[in-house]
Structures are given as structure tokens and as C-alpha cells.
């Protein structure tokens, strides 16, 4: 829909006398295409009502378009028609797809356009997002992954609930300690995020050329050591009993952990407010790092989570109003919203100013887990996270052998071993038509 409004939706639309005689202009729309759902679907409804309230020449109509996966496989569909949205949120893992799909129009032309001062977001998101020293999407909702523990249970097993475990070694002693009367000490989702995660807290690259940075990946890197490791300790809780194995979801394992049958889970810090709020009067939820093993190099977290894009296919007024809108998902006062309503940490600096985040964290330090853990990540190529094409393909194909792997059907060496191999081979298709 090609509004009769200016090309510039920040401007005064100059009137032309034949425009002021009939109707005003008819505002901007801006569909946006989002993966939140639960809790996190309710803080977007308010954050587009907030906004829509306020500016009356923009409107967004914010659409659930299922999971991460599910909402990029439509896009995908769409992209050579006219049904696509104006403003997409993707996760982080399809960055290299969304930059190499020519279907957006890159950030940086509208911070520069704008002079938007980039300083005011957190330096480590902007090392994850920025390619070629430039930005091709907004950083919005972002995340790592923590350990949540039952402090009652941890109690309960003799174990000091202010003391979590760290160490691959101390997970697995605290799990066997917890499991007891039918109850699993563990169960983490087999979420091929964990695993990227893993490696970089051990400071290992997933794929090689700088994990994909310095020159496209030709080569996953998942069957090395770091990985090895990992799925040997998960096999060895599972295969003991100490870990019980749900499949493929978080939500599934969320689920048992508020339920009191699991005491140790792995989630991402975005599922911090619904368990909170879902255990309260129930027992006390802990916090934790995400485990490493012992000795392990030095790393930390990924940013998770996901960025902003705005498809190229749409009017300039149409890509101006969404940037309209990303601009007011920056602010702090927006952001400290959102933080304390999900768990999702602030991409902006001043919104830890903001009263509503400080008293957050006094009433629920759970919150600051997730952003310690960023800030106490060492900056290396390993933590700055891997970039693939086809990454969204490679995440299946590594569940695929942490499945096979806990069901007892291959050794982990094996499976990584040929999970390695197809999505090198997904590499070298990708590359090749890629320019
Ligand atoms: O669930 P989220 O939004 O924290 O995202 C987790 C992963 O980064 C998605 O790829």
C-alpha cells in the first residue's frame, strides 16, 4: 500500500493545495513480524500500543509469526512478493542469511541518515551485530543462556542453595545428589543454542576463519574437543538417570522445572520473568552461569536473542516509519520496560539509570545473572559468536546428533564427527552461490 504521505516520515509532508483540500494524509503503516509469544508477547502489545498512542503518523501492526524459524521461513516465501512485512525480527543465527538475502535495506543507511548515536548501545551487542564495521539491523531483544536451579530442592539434597554448581564435574554431582523420589536433578532441552553456547564459554570457535568473521566459514568445527566434552558429560547425567531427556523444547523443560520435578534447567535469561512469577509461592528459583568444564580457555557468553530488520521491498515512507518505531525501542525507558517484564537484558546503557530497572534488580537479582555474565565475557572470536548462511539448518543438524547421541544410537564423537561433515558440505552449496 503506497500511503499518499511524504518520503519522509520524520518531516513536516509538504502540502500541496490539493491535499490540504480533501482528506489529511493517511498515517504510515508498519506491519512487524515478531517470534514473542507468553510473556513477551504481552510487553510487545504494549510497547506498539505505547507507541501507536504517541505518534500519529506511524502505526505498527506488530504479527506473531510462530518461532524464530517459523517466522524466517515465511519470509523467505514472501520475499519475491509484495506480503512480507515492513520490519522483521530475526534471530541472531540468521544474520549472514538476512545480510547475503539483499532483501534489506542496511541499518547503518538510516543512523547515518539520522546521525544516530550508536555509542549509547552496549559494545559487546554491537561486536555481535556489526559486519564490515556496519550495522544491518538493530539489536532489540538480547539474551544468553543461564543455569535455573530449585533452591528448595537444593536444600533438600544438602546442597548450599547460595553455592550453585559451575563446572561440568559439579553439575553432574550436584544433578546425582537431586535425583531422588522420582524427581531428575537436571534436564536441559536439546537446543542446538546450548551448544554454541558451550563452546564459546570454553573460548572454542564453532566453525573456522574466525568462526566466520574474518572470511566466510568453509568448515564447522563442532566435532572438536569442546564439544566432545559436552556431549559426553550430557550423556553420561542422561545415561545415569541423574538427567532426565524432554526433546527438543525449552518450553518442555520449563515446564518440569516449575513443576518441581526437574531441579536444574538451562533456559535463556528471556524465560526469567515467566519463572519467576511462575514459581513464586511455589520455591525460591537460583540463578547461575552457564556451566564450563574445569581448566576450560577462556570465553564466556554469546549475545542471543534477536535484531530488527527493514525489507527493502516497502516505500521509503514505510522503511522511515519503522525506523521511527526502532528508534523508540532504544530508548532507555523502553528497554528498562522490557528488560523487567522478560529478562531480555537492556541493549542501551541508560537504561540501567532508569528507576524501574534498579528496583528490579533489588526486588529479583536473577536479573543480573544474564547481564554479568555478558560483562564478564572475554571479547575473543570465539565469544564474539559464529556466522554462517545456513546456520538455521546447521542448529537441526547438531540436535539431530545430540538426539541420537542421548538415545543411545551413537557415540558422541561419531555424531558430531558427521554432523561436522554435512554442514561443511551446507558450506561449500552456500558459499558457491553466494557471491
Ligand atoms: O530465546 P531467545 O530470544 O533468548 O533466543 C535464543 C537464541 O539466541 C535464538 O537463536
Do not use: C
Not at 500500543?49 to 519470509?75: C, I, P, R, W
Request: aromatic fraction near 10%; hydrophobic fraction near 35%.
Amino acid at each position: 500500500d503506497t500511503t499518499a504521505t511524504s518520503t519522509s516520515a520524520s518531516t513536516a509532508p509538504a502540502a500541496s493545495p490539493a491535499a490540504a483540500s480533501t482528506k489529511p494524509a493517511e498515517p504510515v503503516k508498519v506491519i512487524w513480524w515478531h517470534s514473542m509469544s507468553g510473556e513477551l508477547g504481552k510487553a510487545i502489545d504494549k510497547l506498539v500500543a505505547d507507541f501507536n498512542a504517541s505518534h500519529k503518523d506511524v502505526q505498527v501492526e506488530a504479527v506473531f509469526q510462530g518461532t524464530y524459524d517459523e517466522s524466517l521461513n515465511k519470509m523467505k516465501a514472501s520475499m519475491d512478493t509484495k506480503n512480507g512485512p515492513s520490519l522483521i525480527q530475526v534471530y541472531e543465527i540468521g544474520s549472514r542469511f538476512m545480510i547475503d538475502s539483499k532483501a534489506i535495506t542496511p541499518m547503518q543507511t538510516f543512523i547515518d541518515a539520522d546521525k544516530y548515536d550508536v555509542s549509547q548501545l552496549e559494545e559487546n551487542i554491537l561486536n555481535y551485530y556489526r559486519v564490515d564495521n556496519k550495522l544491518y539491523s538493530m539489536p532489540f531483544n538480547t539474551s544468553n543462556p543461564i543455569l535455573y536451579y530449585n533452591k528448595d530442592m537444593f536444600k533438600a539434597a544438602g546442597l548450599d542453595p547460595e553455592k550453585p554448581p559451575t563446572t561440568y564435574d559439579e553439575v553432574a554431582k550436584a544433578a546425582q545428589a537431586l535425583s531422588k523420589d522420582g524427581k531428575s536433578g537436571a534436564s536441559f532441552a536439546i537446543y542446538g543454542w546450548f551448544m554454541e553456547q558451550f563452546f564459546a564459554n570454553q573460548g572454542a570457535e564453532y566453525l573456522n576463519n574466525g568462526n566466520g568473521r574474518t572470511s566466510p566459514a568453509t568448515e564447522s568445527q563442532v566435532n572438536a574437543d569442546a564439544g566432545v566434552k559436552t556431549l559426553e558429560w550430557w550423556k553420561q547425567m542422561v545415561d545415569n538417570k541423574s538427567a532426565a531427556n524432554l526433546g527438543r523444547k525449552t518450553d518442555d523443560t520449563k515446564k518440569a522445572f516449575l513443576a518441581g520435578q526437574v531441579a536444574m534447567t538451562l533456559d535463556s535469561t528471556a524465560s526469567l520473568r515467566g519463572i519467576v512469577s511462575g514459581a513464586e509461592g511455589k520455591f525460591q528459583v537460583g540463578t547461575a552461569y552457564l556451566p564450563k568444564p574445569a581448566g576450560a580457555g577462556e570465553g564466556g557468553v554469546v549475545v542471543g536473542g534477536a535484531s530488527l530488520y527493514i525489507l527493502n521491498n516497502k516505500t521509503e515512507a514505510e522503511q522511515k516509519g519503522a525506523w521511527e518505531f526502532i528508534k523508540y525501542l532504544t530508548t532507555p525507558d523502553v528497554q528498562a520496560y522490557w528488560s523487567v517484564n522478560t529478562g531480555y537484558f537492556p541493549i542501551t546503557k541508560k537504561a540501567y539509570d532508569e528507576q524501574l530497572m534498579k528496583d528490579n534488580l533489588v526486588k529479583y537479582p536473577q536479573f543480573k545473572t544474564a547481564i554479568d555474565q555478558l560483562h564478564a565475557t572475554k571479547a575473543n572470536k570465539a565469544t564474539q559468536g559464529a556466522v554462517m548462511g545456513v546456520f538455521p539448518e546447521a542448529r537441526q543438524i547438531v540436535e539431530g546428533a545430540i538426539e541420537e547421541t542421548l538415545a543411545g544410537k551413537k557415540a558422541p564423537k561419531d555424531a558430531l564427527d558427521a554432523a561436522a561433515k554435512s554442514i561443511s558440505e551446507k558450506l561449500a552449496t552456500y558459499n558457491k552461490t553466494v557471491k
